[in-house]
């Protein structure tokens, strides 16, 4: 057979080919350049180390750490108020006196590698860098040794500079002392809380006791707190021991897993905290200094300028807004008023006074020696009662109501889903007291009628929400915190948007946050944020924080004037007469609450001057408990309103006498029908020389009305008896055969003179507010 021959023509050329590679033969080419990416970034990685490593030396200790007195002065920063401590609270002493199990404690929860790493923790390094980069809270990745080097050499500073100056100077501590002596070091140095440096000063202030006579428990509750001092305090409250006790179980549970204890003894010790003994506070704290410096920190702390360490010892300068002056009027009114033999453990006083258009506290009471009780009652409150109804008229007013129109007086008032609200007193019924089905708002007002304030919340749009909202624009932080509405403290417990009898003060509100939103009111409807720190130095004599004057507008300037005018007449005619003896212009509404008891549980007066605004609470024990029956008058027209007096007097000693605006009279469009302006009825008889008192409330003067009066009115007769404060009103008889009614601008109302004694009568106040039984179904029975 003949062999192939090939094709004529010529010869047809091919590259040889390459025989196709194998995926093991591709992963092992790619794995050879990662490689050799990796070594050339590992070569520039340990060549930017040893250049660092060389060029960073360990720098002299902070001179700095060595805790500064921080100075705290009266408004004008000239005269001291206080300190927080005089220098750093710390003991040194040798880890040999530590626990062991403190020391592991720490080390569990702290830095469970701390025994073998390098002083650095890269792969904690590389997680926080990622976190960070994705916008997530700045994370931190400190060893035990990185923390203490930045404690001890380097600064708080957020910035990857410092972090790595730390990792680069933690490298080389660690090359130059022993593992044991960094964990000494960094005992003796961490903060703790309550101007706790190290472990030893911490088992004082913690345990009252030794750092070598601590226990699991306790030693398990300091390796908690060192983590965040003031977010796992104890004393904190509540919230704060539910944090400590989370904290508190992580930590056994990373004992255990680090073999420092058996998971019997963990399961012994987490079903408990350790007890925490009552230990005598600071000598600096005593009396109402000690709360004045609880707002100042707490208000620091929440402006997140400041840590807990800087300001206990940084050496700050911190002018606050008190002044010496307000706050002796404030104990001295609170002391000189309430009741003889009614000292502060019981019946708990709140008072706060905050000058009109700058929001500044410049004095309150807030109850006993912090040194006894650290609960501030100007800043913890209770339940506001009728002193939320002056918000109500400002929410009517916006909402398109004016001053001279009606309102339901007579009791009780029922909701279509059958909630009843009463009137104080009993009523020819045994339902409240009657004050006609047509009163103005302005009657309204001076009697404080829960039944037309109730009336015209159910006449406004949304009542109960704008009257919230309004609350919340003049100063009252609503059930929730918000930064937009702001307050010591920022919020009011109980106080909601869609509680129908809001108007009545079920809410509870602070005495500072109520002086604020009084204060509002009084300049003219421009709302300043209440506060108590002006400015802050540091040790440098640079200026970290300074308060900026500002204000903005919570209701316009003719409402406020209006609202105002309805205030100054409750204290002219109505339940507020006590404070006519200030002597000055005053606004302001008295108040008082029950609680679920029906008990009444606080008794309140808040007013103002056109210069500053005062609120006054009386509570009792935890600030709910009974006080009728108890108290020898639990009506805010007594004793809060002579607290309130009491306190003005002193504080407005020296100031100008300044009068109030006029009413505006706001023209609105109603958004409901039937509050015609008030027109009082006509009589056709004259009172009785010396009437009795009458069950049912007399139709007033229509002078003490603000209501404009129609071009053709003209009332046939007016009724002659005037209302005053004393026991025993004499009327006086004054036929006028054609009388009319007078114009808005010109009221002529019957007062008594400014010199009035500063008790209110037991025959006006009183039968007012006298507390009538339940009636049917739901029953809101709140009193003026």
Known sequence: ???????????????????????????????????????????????????????????????????????????????????????????????????????????????????????????????????????????????????????????????????????????????????????????????????????????????DKDAAQLNLRESAVLATVLNN???????????????????????????????????????????????????????????????????????????????????????????TTFTPEAMKAAAEGVIEQRPEGFGDKELHVGAATVEVGTGALRGFYGGQDYLDSQINWAATGGMAGSTIKPLTIAAAI???????????????????DGTEVRNEGTGSDGLGNDYGESVSLVEAAEESINTAFVDMSASMTDGPQQIYDMARDLGIPGNDPSRQYPGIPNRSTDFLPDDTLITLGKGRVSPINMANAYASIASGGERADVHVVEKVVDSNGEVRYSRKNSTRTAVDEDIAADTSYAMQQIVQNGTGQAALALGRPAAGKTGTATNDKDQVSSAWFAGYTPQLATAVMYVRGDGDNQLDGWLPSYFGAVYPAQTWTAIMERAMDGMDVEEFPPPAYVEGDAPSEGHEPYVPPATTSTPTPTPTTPTKKPSRTPTVQTQEPSPTETPTETPTETVTPTPTPTPTPTPTPTPTVPAPTTPTETVPPPSAPT??????APSRTTFASPTRRRLASWRP
């Open 229 to 319: 001092p003031s977010r796992y305090d104890p004393d904190g409250g509540k919230e704060a021991r539910q944090a400590l006790k989370e904290r508190y179980t992580y930590v056994l549970k990373a004992m255990v897993d680090t073999e420092a204890i058996t998971a019997e003894q963990a399961e012994k010790a987490v079903k408990r905290l350790p007890e925490f003994p009552e230990i005598a506070v600071q000598s600096q704290y005593g009396g109402q200094r000690g709360h004045m410096l609880a707002l100042v920190k707490k208000e620091l702390l929440a402006s997140g300028e400041f840590s807990e360490e800087e300001i206990d010892g940084g050496g700050l300068r911190i002018t």
């Open 759 to 764: 008790t209110a009568s037991p025959t006006v």
């Open 1 to 207: 057979m003949s062999a192939k021959r090939r094709a004529n023509g010529p010869a047809v050329k091919r590259r040889p080919t390459k025989p196709r590679r194998t995926a093991g033969q591709r992963a092992r080419s790619i794995l050879k350049k990662l490689l050799l990416v990796g070594l050339v970034v590992g070569l520039l990685g340990a060549i930017a180390l040893f250049v660092l490593y060389k060029a960073i030396s360990i720098p002299a200790p902070n001179e700095a750490f060595k805790a500064q007195t921080t100075f705290v002065y009266y408004s004008g920063g000239k005269q001291e108020l206080g300190t927080f401590y005089d220098d750093q609270n710390r003991v040194s002493i040798p880890l040999k006196e530590m626990p062991q199990q403190m020391q592991d404690a720490v080390v569990a929860a702290e830095n469970q590698t701390f025994w073998t790493d390098q002083g650095i923790d890269p792969k904690g390094i590389v997680r926080a860098a990622f976190s960070n980069a994705r916008g997530n809270d700045r994370q931190g990745a400190s060893t035990i040794t990185q923390q203490y080097v930045k404690i001890l050499y380097l600064s708080s500073e957020q910035s990857y500079q410092r972090k790595i100056k730390e990792a680069v100077v933690s490298l080389k501590i660690q090359n130059e002392l022993s593992k044991a002596e960094i964990l000494e070091g960094y005992l003796n140095t961490i903060y703790f809380g309550r101007g706790a440096y190290g472990i030893q000063a911490a088992a004082q202030a913690f345990f």
């Open 398 to 416: 916006q909402d398109g109501f004016e001053i001279t129109d009606s309102f339901e007086g007579n009791s009780p008032y029922e909701f279509p």
